[in-house]
Structures are given as structure tokens and as C-alpha cells.
């Protein structure tokens, strides 16, 4: 078959199923193929990996994806696209198509069952309104995982890869700092879809760390402290922590925590890094009875 990330193909294919975009399920189908070289490229993909496609559309990524892995999931959850599916990815006998809300898939017994429990690599041109939710959960949930390949919208991907102090830098960049390695692929216009989102995009690599980047005692608190030190923008951690409806410590406690973390009483949360999260994470996990 011709190829999907041809414009004309792809507005003949939806044409001849009579297929109406939804909004509400960020369809932007991609029509660049030096766009899908460059996914490609980043995610690495070779003929040893499973690959797990989260919304294939119209099938445009899987067909490459196809060709390049050993074998590919794509789990699509508007039906309306699996009769097109089963047409354009037809001559691949290493697809399998999954008709699901990615978010209530077992993606680990997904990839026990078709790759033996060895890691797996996630590509995708993702829809744009679950972004955080979907890479959240592939990190949290123990999914094996060898890197996260995705695009999505720029601005996302930039507060993804953000350096303490910046104006980026966020309790985003530190969740996924804290489970990957970002590197930033590519920029990617609005014209390299149909139909055209409001918003730039990026491709970004989340390479998955075997072992986070630091040691902590209690992981959940950490991240308590991080949505809280980043809940109120320009306030100092001391006030951030006090007002957060997520932690009850007290100002001395939370002064006397600054001090033995080796923290200014002034300091804001914006320019921690994560290791200084984990260190003050550390000290309130040992203050607490
Ligand atoms: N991969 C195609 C491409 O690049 O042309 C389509 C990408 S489009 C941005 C996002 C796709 O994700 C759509 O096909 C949409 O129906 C699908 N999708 C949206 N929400 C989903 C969900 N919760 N689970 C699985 N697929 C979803």
C-alpha cells in the first residue's frame, strides 16, 4: 500500500470509510514523512523490539513501526478507526490491534504475554489531552520499559526536559525526570498534520533509568513535597509547604527541616534540584513519630 503519510492517501482513506475526526480524542493525523523518519530514528527502533502504539489513527506510524520492529501493539480507542486499521495494516503479520482506552490497558501483562516480561518500547504520536496521564502511568505502574518515544505539545516536552531555575521547571520535569532521561528529538510544525492542531509539537525520548537518578526513603512523600514546593509559583518553600493542603508540618518544623537539608529559610522551590528534593524528603521522613 501506498504510503499513509502521503496527504492524499490519508485524505483518501478518510474519505472512503467516511471518517469524521474527533476533537475530543486529539485526532491529529500525521502527514510528514520526514516527521515520522526522525520518531523513528530517536526511538531506535530495531528488529529485536516490541513495540507498544498508543493511538495508531489510521494506521500512518504503525505501517513504519511495523517494518522496522518485531512486533507491534497499537491500542486505539476509537472503533470507528479499527475497520480502517485492519485495511491499511493488512499486509503486516506483526501488528496486532487492540480496541481500548490506553489508559485501562494492562500494558504490563501486554508485555509478559508478548514479549516475556523484557522491556518494551512505547512510540507515539500521542493525543494531546492526556499527555501527563499516559507517560505518568507508564512510569508508575511498572510497566518494563526501555524508553517512551513521543510526540506531543511542544510546550509539554520543553516543561519535561527543564533545568532547575528555568522558567520551565516544574513538578512535570521532576516526575519524569526522576523515572527517564529526556532528550528533546525534534520540533514539529502544525502543518505536518490533518487537521492542523492550535499548538506547536515536539518529539520527545524519555530513555527509562534502570535505577532512579537518586535514593529516597519514602518516594510518595517526595513527591508531596515537590507538588507542594511548585503548588504556589514564587513563594518560598518555607510557604509553599506550609499552605499545601497535602502536608500538615508546622513553620518550625519546616524551618528546622530547611536547616538540617542545608537549605536557605528563603530558598524556592523552583531551583531544587532532585537530589535536593530526595535530601529534604529524606529529613521529614526521619521527623516523622
Ligand atoms: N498515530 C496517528 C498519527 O500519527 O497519525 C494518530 C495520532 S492522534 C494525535 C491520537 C490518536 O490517539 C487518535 O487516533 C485517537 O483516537 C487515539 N486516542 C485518543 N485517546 C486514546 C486513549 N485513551 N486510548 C487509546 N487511543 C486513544
Given at each position: 500500500?501506498?504510503?499513509?503519510?502521503?496527504?492524499q492517501?490519508?485524505i483518501?482513506?478518510?474519505?472512503?470509510?467516511?471518517f469524521?475526526?474527533?476533537k475530543?480524542?486529539?485526532?491529529?493525523?500525521?502527514?510528514d514523512?520526514?516527521?515520522?523518519?526522525?520518531?523513528?530514528?530517536?526511538?531506535?527502533?530495531?528488529?529485536?523490539?516490541?513495540?507498544l502504539?498508543?493511538?495508531p489513527?489510521i494506521?500512518t506510524?504503525?505501517?513504519?513501526?511495523?517494518?522496522a520492529a518485531?512486533e507491534?501493539?497499537a491500542?486505539e480507542?476509537?472503533?470507528?478507526?479499527?475497520?480502517?486499521l485492519?485495511?491499511?495494516l493488512?499486509?503486516?503479520?506483526?501488528?496486532?490491534?487492540?480496541?481500548m482506552?490506553?489508559?485501562?490497558?494492562?500494558?504490563?501483562?501486554?508485555a509478559?504475554?508478548k514479549?516475556?516480561?523484557?522491556?518494551?518500547?512505547?512510540?507515539?504520536?500521542?493525543?494531546y489531552?492526556?499527555?501527563?496521564p499516559?507517560?505518568?502511568?507508564?512510569f508508575?505502574?511498572?510497566v518494563?520499559?526501555l524508553?517512551v518515544?513521543?510526540m506531543?505539545q511542544?510546550?509539554?516536552?520543553?516543561r519535561?526536559?527543564?533545568r532547575?531555575?528555568?522558567?520551565?521547571?516544574?513538578a512535570?520535569?521532576?516526575?519524569?525526570q526522576y523515572?527517564?532521561?529526556p532528550y528533546?528529538?525534534a520540533?514539529?510544525?502544525q502543518?505536518?498534520?490533518i487537521?492542523?492542531?492550535n499548538?506547536g509539537s515536539?518529539?520527545?525520548?524519555?530513555?527509562r533509568y534502570?535505577?532512579?537518578?537518586?535514593?529516597?526513603k519514602?518516594?510518595k512523600?517526595?513527591?508531596?513535597?515537590?507538588?507542594a514546593s511548585?503548588?504556589q509559583?514564587?513563594?518560598?518553600?518555607l510557604?509553599?509547604?506550609?499552605n499545601?493542603?497535602?502536608?500538615?508540618?508546622?513553620?518550625?518544623?519546616?524551618?528546622?527541616?530547611?536547616?538540617?537539608?542545608?537549605?536557605?529559610e528563603?530558598?524556592?522551590?523552583e531551583t531544587?534540584t532532585?537530589?535536593?528534593f530526595?535530601?529534604?524528603?529524606?529529613?521529614?521522613?526521619?521527623m516523622?513519630?
Amino acid at each position: 500500500m501506498e504510503k499513509l503519510s502521503n496527504p492524499q492517501k490519508t485524505i483518501e482513506v478518510i474519505k472512503k470509510h467516511g471518517f469524521d475526526f474527533q476533537k475530543k480524542f486529539g485526532q491529529n493525523f500525521l502527514i510528514d514523512e520526514h516527521v515520522l523518519d526522525k520518531i523513528i530514528a530517536a526511538a531506535g527502533i530495531t528488529k529485536e523490539d516490541f513495540v507498544l502504539e498508543i493511538g495508531p489513527g489510521i494506521g500512518t506510524m504503525t505501517q513504519r513501526l511495523a517494518e522496522a520492529a518485531c512486533e507491534v501493539a497499537a491500542v486505539e480507542i476509537d472503533r470507528k478507526l479499527i475497520p480502517i486499521l485492519q485495511e491499511t495494516l493488512a499486509e503486516y503479520d506483526n501488528v496486532t490491534i487492540i480496541n481500548m482506552d490506553v489508559l485501562k490497558l494492562d500494558i504490563a501483562g501486554l508485555a509478559r504475554e508478548k514479549n516475556g516480561g523484557l522491556p518494551i518500547k512505547v512510540v507515539a504520536n500521542l493525543p494531546y489531552y492526556i499527555t501527563t496521564p499516559i507517560i505518568m502511568s507508564l512510569f508508575e505502574s511498572g510497566v518494563p520499559l526501555l524508553s517512551v518515544t513521543v510526540m506531543i505539545q511542544k510546550e509539554v516536552a520543553l516543561r519535561m526536559q527543564a533545568r532547575p531555575g528555568t522558567k520551565d521547571y516544574g513538578a512535570l520535569s521532576l516526575a519524569v525526570q526522576y523515572y527517564a532521561e529526556p532528550y528533546l528529538a525534534a520540533n514539529v510544525p502544525q502543518n505536518c498534520f490533518i487537521p492542523r492542531p492550535n499548538v506547536g509539537s515536539a518529539v520527545i525520548r524519555l530513555t527509562r533509568y534502570a535505577k532512579p537518578p537518586v535514593r529516597v526513603k519514602d518516594e510518595k512523600l517526595m513527591f508531596r513535597l515537590i507538588r507542594a514546593s511548585f503548588g504556589q509559583r514564587r513563594k518560598t518553600l518555607l510557604n509553599g509547604l506550609k499552605n499545601s493542603p497535602e502536608l500538615t508540618y508546622s513553620r518550625e518544623d519546616i524551618l528546622d527541616a530547611l536547616v538540617r537539608a542545608g537549605l536557605p529559610e528563603n530558598v524556592r522551590g523552583e531551583t531544587l534540584t532532585l537530589e535536593q528534593f530526595a535530601a529534604l524528603a529524606d529529613v521529614f521522613a526521619d521527623m516523622q513519630p
